[in-house]
T-cell receptor
Framework: GAGVSQSPSNKVTEKGKDVELRCDPI?????LYWYRQSLGQGLEFLIY????????KSGLPSDRFSAERTGGSVSTLTIQRTQQEDSAVYLC?????????????FGPGTRLTVT | GESVGLHLPTLSVQEGDNSIINCAYS??????FIWYKQESGKGPQFIID?????DKRQGQRVTVLLNKTVKHLSLQIAATQPGDSAVYFC?????????????FGDGTTLTVKP
């Protein structure tokens, strides 16, 4: 079946502009996650959505970052007034969100470059 | 603070040999661990997981060992193949309430030489 998809695959933007990154999770997955991965580094947790619960935003690095999840499916990560240090690959993942397994299925990521 | 780290950033092995990738974690409350494989240009892919009530779990050509006493886990890959070349991450979770907040290590780059 279809996996997690993300768009765009690449985004180049000028410093100070806003960007929106989209994530389409696997159908039926109630949990959705956003991570940031800088070159050669591990994954940095950003935000977590689980069903209808309030999202866990504790990983967002600043108030320029926000995310929404509409209808329990598609999610959008918005970065306002982008800075060069925001350049990274932004990964989205989804999971069944059950106690049985926390296995997360990742999308291919969006590579963001801020010039 | 808590952290999940890998002992070596790179590992090079000969095709057909066994590979062992290590990971140390600092949070004794961690109760669930996952190994991911990330190939170039792709998102991480689940390999195998283990819960803290186990010390060993086997999959197809892979084995994960967990030593809670020293807060260490390892991923063993048998008969390593060129397709195993990738970056490997360990990740830890602390209970369902924190299910979304997997803490990832920095990764070990495995290179398989033909």
């Amino acid at each position: 079946g279809a996996g997690v998809s993300q768009s765009p695959s690449n985004k180049v933007t000028e410093k100070g502009k806003d960007v929106e990154l989209r994530c389409d999770p696997i159908s039926g997955h109630t949990a959705l996650y956003w991570y940031r991965q800088s070159l050669g580094q591990g994954l940095e947790f950003l935000i977590y959505f689980q069903g209808n619960s309030a999202p866990d935003k504790s990983g967002l690095p600043s108030d320029r970052f926000s995310a929404e999840r509409t209808g329990g499916s598609v999610s959008t990560l918005t970065i306002q007034r982008t800075q060069q240090e925001d350049s990274a690959v932004y990964l989205c993942a989804s999971s069944l969100g059950t106690t049985y397994s926390y296995e997360q299925y990742f999308g291919p990521g969006t590579r963001l470059t801020v010039t | 603070g808590e952290s999940v780290g890998l002992h070596l950033p790179t590992l090079s092995v000969q095709e057909g040999d066994n590979s062992i990738i290590n990971c140390a974690y600092s949070n004794s409350a961690s109760d669930y661990f996952i190994w991911y494989k990330q190939e170039s240009g792709k998102g991480p892919q689940f390999i195998i997981d283990i819960r803290s009530n186990m010390d060993k779990r086997q999959g197809q050509r892979v084995t994960v060992l967990l030593n809670k006493t020293v807060k260490h886990l390892s991923l063993q890959i048998a008969a390593t193949q060129p397709g195993d070349s990738a970056v490997y991450f360990c990740a830890e979770n602390r209970g369902l309430d924190n299910a979304g907040k997997s803490t990832f290590g920095d990764g070990t780059t495995l290179t398989v030489k033909p």
